[in-house]
């Protein structure tokens, strides 16, 4: 009887020992999911603003600068417009070159290519040249248009992604806790059954008999 209990102590020593590898195994992967969790969040709001919201606000700039070029050919007399539309192009062109270093979709890439297009390197003015400069700057601002709209789903998806993971971080947490829990009442179920098998252990006073 007293080497059946010796052994039932061993197991529950070793169940015991056990069930804290486990607890230590949950504590870790909880603590690690977490943090690739938080880490993929900051990833997405980095792109959310490098490559979404800072790309907009060149977008922004480059549509008030075409109106801006279209306002000037309303009165081409002078040496002024012409001065004042070089310099448009010439701040649109320093936008674009820093558009193109944000990340860009596949659609997106296709869309720059053609408004790169659009946008001259350099103008000068000269006769009929009005009617062309007015066309390329309707065709770049609809082109910046598609650009824009590109940036709002975008930005519409990152969001989505950021709360799919904050989701996915919080159910595991949730899971990772009620397990720590179970484990736990099983833990003070075996130094229960460990003390009540100590007192069973002790010799009776026969005179109490």
């Known amino acids: 009887m007293t080497n059946m209990k010796w052994t039932y102590s061993i197991q529950n020593k070793l169940t ?3 069930v804290l590898f486990v ?5 870790l992967y909880a603590n690690y999911n977490d943090r690739m969790h938080t880490s993929k969040v900051i990833g997405l709001i980095s792109t959310l603003y490098q490559d ?3 790309a907009e606000a060149y977008i922004y700039n480059m549509s008030n600068d075409l109106y801006e070029i279209k306002e000037a050919l309303i009165d081409p007399v002078g040496e002024t417009p012409n001065v004042k539309i070089q310099d448009m192009i010439s701040k649109i062109n320093v936008n674009m070159a820093a558009y193109e270093k944000t990340k860009l979709t596949e659609k997106e890439s296709l869309i720059y290519d053609q408004l790169r297009l659009e946008i001259p390197q350099n103008w000068e003015a000269k006769n009929n040249q009005n009617n062309a400069l007015e066309k390329m700057a309707d065709n770049s601002l609809l082109l910046l248009g598609a650009l824009s709209e590109i940036q709002l789903n975008e930005s519409k998806s990152i969001v989505a992604d950021s709360e799919k993971t904050y989701k ?6 949730e899971f990772a806790f009620a397990i720590v829990i179970i484990i736990l009442i099983i833990l003070q179920a075996l130094v229960f059954a460990s003390k009540t098998l100590h007192i069973s252990n002790e010799p009776v006073d026969p005179s109490l008999n």
């Open 16 to 18: 015991a020992a056990a």
């Open 23 to 27: 607890l230590c195994v949950v504590i």
């Open 52 to 54: 979404r919201i800072i």
């Open 168 to 173: 996915m971080s919080k159910l595991s947490s």
